[in-house]
């Protein structure tokens, strides 16, 4: 019977193998690396916007402003890669714990295996094993005795994978843990050269400031010119589309006064007036992929950094300027083609003093503008495909400065465009 135990002893710790698992908190390495990679790239389209300033040249206002921009992505990547950083300090921890418990689970399967080699020493002779069995009181005794033997080889066996298995494993471990700690060395020299950089740039922030607060009286009359022209936008955009609203329920009423006509002596229900604007069913189905597409939109330009964000927020410059914009500005390379960021059809496109030319789309009961183009091509009730493009970003050769006017709005209600366009 103490063979029998032994044997039942052996086949049990065989069932038995220690897992590992790790949990990342807040965003995965993938997530990170991703970020980093995108900020990575506005950061290097900054770059290509900015002239080549030298200490003694003035920058213009437009570019103080981009790089306000660049250095608050810089600071963002600087953050994602602490972040990275954290990240791979969790791996390399444990790691290390892994690999830990893995050598003290491979110095068990070894002292394990020790004992049954010399269990199996002791018993190998065919006589002991013949002797074993014949001694069985009746057949299934034997058969039974039969069967432990031929269970405790396997064991063995198993037992002899699962060390090789384990050896395996560390030796996989010790080489993840060493690859962390080498990107982790790398990530630590790329955030300290981000540092250096992020520092520079504020430097030269603050002298470019310091160069146009001198001449603050007239920027703050610049800023006060392009509110009252964003004030002229603003009502020309929100007349077309109150317009466009007009006509879409004159003609949704049109469509119910012949339907009712058509059903006159009939007991039917009356159709009920929309709420809003009246929307077709096609156009219902074109609102209801655009606001599936929301976060997913693609930018109006192909490349650019956002110059000027949505809502309210103080100059640069002066921090007694209040500037509003309905939209956002975007930055851009000189020739750039404005593109539409999704299916729909041109309700307007109007020449503005300040603005240039402005194309709007309408998709179903949303929106967008496209303002400061030059050479366009589309016109009015022309159907455009996502990324189609429309026409021109005007370059203002006084200032330098390539820029697009972008808004998004809801019937009249004006939206965050930033929310809506791909990270």
């Not at 103490?2 to 965003?27: A, D, E, H, M, R």
């Not at 506005?42 to 570019?63: C, F, P, R, V």
């Not at 400031?209 to 001449?215: F, G, I, P, Q, T």
């Not at 997913?296 to 007694?320: M, Q």
């Amino acid at each position: 019977m103490k063979i029998l135990n032994i044997i039942w002893i052996v086949l049990l710790l065989t069932l038995v193998s220690p897992s590992y698992g790790q949990k990342t908190k807040g965003k995965s390495k993938k997530q990170l690396q991703s970020e980093i990679t995108s900020l990575q790239k506005e950061i290097s389209t900054a770059n290509q916007l900015l002239k080549k300033t030298t200490k003694d040249k003035e920058m213009t206002l437009n570019e103080v402003n981009i790089l306000d921009k660049k250095i608050k992505q810089r600071e963002k990547l600087i953050t994602a890669y602490n972040d990275q950083i954290a990240v791979l300090d969790e791996e390399i921890n444990a790691g290390q714990s892994n690999i830990k418990a893995l050598n003290s689970d491979l110095s068990k399967l070894q002292k394990e295996y020790a004992k049954m080699i010399v269990f199996a020493n002791k018993n190998r002779s065919h006589y002991d094993r013949l002797s074993f069995i014949f001694a069985s009181k009746d057949f299934n005794q034997a058969f039974s005795r039969l069967r432990y033997i031929r269970e405790f080889t396997d064991a063995r066996k198993k037992k002899m994978e699962q060390i090789v298995s384990t050896e395996r494993q560390i030796s996989s471990a010790v080489e993840a843990s060493q690859q962390a700690r080498e990107e982790q060395t790398a990530l630590l020299k790329d955030e300290k050269a981000q540092q250096d950089a992020l520092k520079k740039e504020k430097e030269q922030l603050n002298g470019q400031v310091a160069k146009l607060k001198k001449k603050e009286g007239s920027i703050q009359q610049d800023i006060k010119n392009k509110q009252q022209q964003a004030k002229k936008l603003q009502k020309a955009i929100d007349d077309i589309i109150a317009e466009e609203i007009r006509k879409a329920n004159e003609e949704a009423e049109r469509k119910r006064r012949e339907e009712a006509a058509k059903n006159k002596g009939k007991t039917t229900a009356p159709t009920p007036k929309e709420k809003g604007m009246a929307l077709t069913p096609a156009e219902k189905t074109l609102s209801a992929n655009f606001v599936n597409n929301k976060g997913k939109l693609p930018w109006p330009v192909e490349r650019g950094v956002i110059s000027s964000s949505y809502g309210k927020h103080t100059s640069v410059v002066s921090d007694k300027v209040t500037v509003t914009n309905n939209g956002i500005d975007i930055a851009t390379t000189e020739n750039a083609q404005a593109r539409a960021v999704f299916d729909g059809e041109v309700s307007s496109v109007t020449k503005l003093t300040g603005a240039n030319t402005v194309v709007i789309l309408r998709h179903g009961e949303y929106f967008t503008v496209y303002s400061n183009l030059e050479n366009v091509t589309v016109k009015r009730g022309d159907k455009v495909k996502t990324k189609q493009n429309l026409g021109t970003v005007h370059t203002n050769k006084t200032e330098g400065k390539t820029e697009l006017h972008f808004e998004l709005l809801k019937e009249q209600n004006r939206q965050n465009p930033a929310n809506w366009l791909s990270k």
